[in-house]
């Protein structure tokens, strides 16, 4: 399996995502990063024994100094508390404003150091190491950190685009079960919303990617990171919509994490879900056929995702909702389906919202 090379194009702040196994150990690739820069990894008590310790030992000849911060592991600990210690530990350590962070674990240790980097002396040089699928294919690209809130996933943070992106494909070796179907989900959302050959190819190789075969998972990453990367230089920072559909099913996903308290259910089985309801959604407007429902229903299920929400009534959902970032004037705006493979960004009336949710209820 050879490396792979790509670039996230924003002009003067172009950045390269590094894709390819075994790049903890390629010291070639970290020296220039790293040499003569005070460093501060960030991580998580699950990843550190399994890949901070390596990394630590190969890094600490090259960086003039070297810390680290263990988080706990789990959504439930992305708060600012734990973000205020990231800081607190910058602080004793006398970082400056070359420092560079070091993001090594999932979605939400590259999160809550992104912001970290993002704030510290009003910003520092973050490197994003992901590693779970999830956040390889999603959270680690395009620069959105933050921190939750008990009323709202993602409400606190900042935009802070990252120096580079390191993605070692033997990471996932590693991965719960969980994780994986977890990682999974955003790699259907690109299917559903960009890219129907992606979609199909997909449906074709589940099969492939729940087993953990190396190419069909390398294909996976690469096809979403590049999908990922051409968004967000279209869209830095949500500004024209387009990004914004990088956010399919993550309105109803982020109200059930909220809802059930954050880290009941994962990121991605909550955004699986909620995709399901996003096409039934889409149904609801008849912007989208039922056979297509029943692909998307499939796909997500085949990944070994949940495809029924909660047994809420439709106001409970709708003021979870209300919190969402894409609300518009106090009107909440969804992410739909025009096909598989096409989507908008459109307000939809409360009632129809309804109907879509009791219809994703309903369905087994």
Not at 7 to 33: K, M, S
Not at 159 to 180: C, G, K, M, N, Y
Not at 283 to 297: A, F, H, S, T
Request: aromatic share 6%.
């Amino acid at each position: 399996m050879t490396s792979h090379r790509l670039d996230v194009g924003l002009a003067a702040r172009t950045y390269p995502i590094h894709i390819a196994p075994g790049l903890l150990a390629d010291e070639a690739l970290w020296a220039p990063w790293v040499e003569g820069r005070s460093v501060v990894l960030v991580t998580n008590e699950t990843v550190m024994p399994l890949y901070g310790e390596a990394l630590v030992a190969m890094l600490g000849p090259r960086a003039r100094s070297i810390h680290t911060h263990v988080l706990p592991d789990g959504e439930a600990h992305k708060t600012l508390a734990h973000f205020e210690a990231i800081l607190s530990t910058m602080l004793a350590a006398h970082c400056d404003r070359k420092t560079r962070v070091v993001a090594l674990g999932g979605g939400v240790v590259g999160d809550m150091a992104g912001f970290a980097a993002a704030c510290y002396q009003r910003g520092v040089d973050v490197l994003q190491v992901p590693t779970t699928l999830l956040s390889q294919v999603d959270s680690s690209v395009g620069g959105k950190t933050a921190v939750n809130h008990p009323l709202g996933k993602n409400m606190i943070g900042a935009f802070h685009q990252p120096s580079a992106v390191f993605i070692d494909l033997h990471t996932l070796a590693t991965l719960p079960e969980r994780e994986l179907s977890a990682g999974l989900a955003e790699v259907i959302k690109y299917g559903c919303i960009l890219d129907l050959g992606f979609f199909e190819w997909l449906e074709a190789n589940m099969s492939r990617l729940m087993a953990r075969d190396p190419d069909a998972l390398a294909h996976a990453v690469r096809r979403s990171c590049e999908l990922k990367a051409e968004v967000v230089a279209g869209d830095e920072r949500e500004t024209s919509g387009l990004r914004a559909l990088l956010n399919f099913g993550h309105t109803f996903g982020h109200a059930i994490e909220a809802g059930l308290g954050f880290g009941t259910w994962l990121h991605g089985e909550a955004v699986g879900c909620g995709m399901v309801m996003a096409a039934e959604l889409s149904q609801e407007l008849g912007q989208l056929g039922l056979p297509e429902v029943q692909r998307i229903r499939a796909l997500v299920r085949a990944a070994g995702l949940p495809i029924t929400p909660p047994a809420w009534d439709a106001s409970t959902f709708l003021d979870w909702m209300a919190h969402d970032k894409k609300a518009d004037a106090g009107a909440i705006r969804y992410i739909v389906l025009r096909g598989l493979g096409s989507a908008e960004l459109r307000p939809v009336p409360a009632e129809v919202v309804a109907r879509a949710i009791g219809a994703s209820q309903a369905t087994a």
